[in-house]
């Protein structure tokens, strides 16, 4: 059985304490209202980690994660934050790629399979995002974008590397548009992502890697898209800063 996760990207919004506040009363839902085996993830900015990671524990099935790292262990990078510093702070997770990454910091992936190797490193769990543009998926090239995607920032990794791997399909189309790929789209691309890792790999690894869809998840469409057979979860940016309508899409994970 491959492990469900919900993780909720902040990206650069909430001050510290509405942080913690939001995180304290999602947490309280999640723990009076949800009966599911899911894991949620907190993904706020860096300087909330620690804090973040004191208010939640991995016993109740919750854990927090960083937006993004340096692909450096230490030393004269200024303004950089190590996967090990992470660690330090209670996190078990790490966004690599986001596909705003991708576009406003020029993140390539080779560049991005650098990162994961300094996540995994640290026994942390990176969550490597890929995605098309609408561009790319009209003019139909999008399985070739997101072939290269995974494989040049994934395909370096051994089997027993790879399967600690998470992946979250994010059609770049969809993020913040209030726009949701329809279930059937996300099916198929997440199908295609999961054939690609048994191409390279095997069919065991493949079908233990947990792959999530992102963008415009809300509670409206999470439960149909979590009954697709390879829809393992959700990255959720927007929904995530509100405690009722994260809790509510958890809720629709069963
Ligand atoms: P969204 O963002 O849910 O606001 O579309 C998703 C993401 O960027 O991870």
């Given at each position: 059985m491959r492990k469900k996760i919900i993780a909720g990207n902040w990206k650069m919004n909430k001050n510290f304490e509405e942080g913690l506040a939001l995180v304290s009363e999602a947490a309280n839902m999640i723990h009076d209202e949800y009966q599911g085996s899911a894991q949620v993830v907190f993904i706020p900015p860096f300087i909330h980690l620690n804090a973040v990671s004191k208010l939640i524990s991995a016993e109740s099935n919750l854990f927090s994660g960083a937006q993004n790292c340096s692909?450096?262990?230490?030393?004269?990078?200024?303004?950089e934050i190590s996967t090990g510093m992470i660690k330090s702070c209670g996190a078990s997770f790490v966004i690599i790629g986001h596909s705003e990454r991708r576009q406003?910091?020029?993140?390539?992936n080779d560049w991005l399979a650098r990162k994961v190797d300094a996540v995994l490193s640290e026994n942390l769990t990176p969550i490597y995002c890929c995605g098309e543009t609408l561009e790319e998926r009209e003019s139909n090239v999008h399985f070739d974008v997101l072939k290269k995607q995974i494989s040049e920032g994934?395909?370096?990794?051994?089997a027993e590397a790879m399967k600690q791997v998470v992946i979250a399909y994010e059609p770049v189309w969809a993020i913040g548009t209030g726009k949701t790929a329809s279930t059937a789209q996300a099916q198929e691309v997440h199908a295609f992502i999961r054939s690609l890792i048994e191409e390279k790999y095997n069919k065991e690894v493949a079908d233990s890697i947990t792959i999530q869809y992102g963008g415009s998840v809300k509670p409206e469409n999470a439960a149909e898209l979590f009954s697709?057979?390879?829809?393992?979860g959700a990255l959720v940016g927007?929904?995530?800063?509100?405690s009722r309508s994260f809790a509510d899409i958890v809720k629709a994970m069963k």
């Open positions: 692909n450096h262990a230490s030393g004269a990078y200024t303004g406003y910091f020029n993140e390539t994934l395909f370096h990794l051994s697709a057979p390879d829809i393992d927007g929904a995530a800063l509100q």
